[in-house]
């Protein structure tokens, strides 16, 4: 069995004919030597290799490569595993894809190729050789490369919410805020309030022990409190989001009206309110739901699919419904920017979601990498420890990202 890997990455100085033929030259030999063999693309601004051979070597190999000062954005397209190797009589081929014509590139591999039957070339549904296709035919440049991590700064700002707020001992839960941002515009687009137990816990405590209708019910009713905290944080038209199972609004009686009790109440008006649909457990009634959606909507309060992409948060919920935002979850952010897969989904959920006029938040960004990618590709707000830590009853102090000065 042999491990392969793929990673595309970005040229980081002017490399010439002589230097490649160098690296080739050296990188040949130790592969050689390593019993690795595989294949470089290159077409003057990016490179594509494909390595295949013993696991350890492999992981190794790609440890060294990706600290390399001659290339940049290193991302990982592919790891898995062969019975057979694609290119066994190459132990480090390179070619230069600007210099090929026509059916070239696929002769070039046909004779590199030991895929059984003996150099028979690979076959045409073969994973790899659609990867280097892509390649060869441009459509892997990359979309705006303006947003370089080294360019920005960052800078603390003391919020300008923040006051002292009044925490009720009877309250059964307390709230921590953070804020969802435009990093570049430097605006807070809202606040979400996170719920935490009474003394401050996570939320897990303050679910503990309820049966399903009873965690429903307190799943709306402590948002009153999260109003409560937040009409006295000085937060002028500032959105506010509050986290909301699927089922509280179908399960609870007169749900949305008690809800915008509680925002009248608190001297909110409900086109400041952001209602985040996490989607934990499947919706088991969706004509119910449809209908708590529509009277949400009619009031002026806005929707969100929280978590997108983790749970039930998918496309089967998001064809039935579009929200006006789509927060993309933190797994799929974490580790983006040297990450081909999840780059491949986020981009295909930005072009769906801006398709529908739908914005996109990241969520779980920590980063100046992962937020530098997410920017250039067209995120359009970040919520995460990158930017501010939620904080208790309070508004956090937010660190901005500057362009550094030339
Ligand atoms: C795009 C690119 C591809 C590379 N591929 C290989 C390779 O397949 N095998 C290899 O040994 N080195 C490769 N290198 C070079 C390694 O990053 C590294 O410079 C070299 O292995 C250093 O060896 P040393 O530490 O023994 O001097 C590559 C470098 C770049 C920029």
């Known amino acids: 069995m042999f491990t392969i890997l793929v990673y595309k990455s970005r040229v980081h100085t002017d490399i010439s004919p002589s230097d490649l033929y160098q690296l080739v030259k050296a990188a040949s030999l130790k592969n050689a030597a390593r019993d690795i063999s595989g294949v470089l693309l290159f077409d003057g601004d990016y490179f594509f290799q494909y390595l295949e051979g013993p696991s350890d070597a492999i992981k190794s190999l790609y440890e060294i490569i990706v600290r390399d000062k001659r290339h940049r954005h290193v991302v990982k397209l592919m790891e898995d595993h062969s019975p057979t190797r694609r290119f066994g009589v190459w132990s480090m081929h390179a070619i230069d894809v600007n210099t090929l014509q026509g059916d070239d590139l696929n002769d070039i591999l046909a004779r590199g190729s030991s895929f059984p039957p003996a150099n028979a070339g690979l076959p045409s549904h073969d994973r790899v050789l659609k990867m280097i296709t892509a390649f060869a035919s441009a459509s892997w440049a990359e979309n705006d490369a303006s947003f370089e991590p080294d360019q920005w700064q960052f800078h603390l700002k003391p919020s300008q919410f923040d006051a002292v707020v009044n925490i009720k001992k009877s309250a059964p839960c307390q709230f921590a805020f953070q ?11 809202s606040f979400e309030a996170l719920i935490r137990s009474a003394t401050g816990g996570p939320p897990s405590e303050c679910f503990k022990g309820l049966s399903p209708e009873q965690l429903y019910l307190f799943d709306l009713e402590s948002k009153q409190y999260a109003f409560e905290l937040a009409s006295q944080m000085n937060l002028g038209k500032c959105k506010i989001s509050i986290n909301l199972l699927p089922m509280s609004l179908v ?13 009248t109440n608190f001297g909110f008006a409900p086109q400041q309110v952001i209602v ?67 780059q491949a989904i986020v981009k295909a959920i930005i072009e769906c979601a801006h398709s529908l006029g739908i914005t996109i938040v990241a969520e779980g960004v920590e980063t100046v990498e992962e937020w530098c990618w997410l920017e250039s590709v067209g995120v359009d707000l970040f919520q995460g420890f990158l930017f501010a830590k939620p904080k208790l009853n309070g508004t956090p102090d937010i660190n901005w990202p500057t362009l550094k000065a030339v």
């Open 251 to 263: 399960r609870v009686p007169n749900a949305v009206e008690s809800l915008l009790t509680y925002i």
């Open 179 to 189: 804020p969802i941002l435009d990093p570049v515009s430097g605006t807070v687009a």
């Open 276 to 342: 985040e649909i996490t989607e934990e457990e499947s919706i088991t009634n969706f004509e119910d739901f449809q209908m708590a959606l529509t009277e949400l909507r009619s009031a002026g309060i806005s929707v969100a699919i929280d978590d997108f992409g983790a749970g039930f948060a998918g496309l089967t919920l998001l064809s039935r419904f579009q929200p006006e935002k789509l927060k993309i979850d933190r797994q799929i952010i974490e580790g983006i920017h040297h990450d081909g897969p999840k």
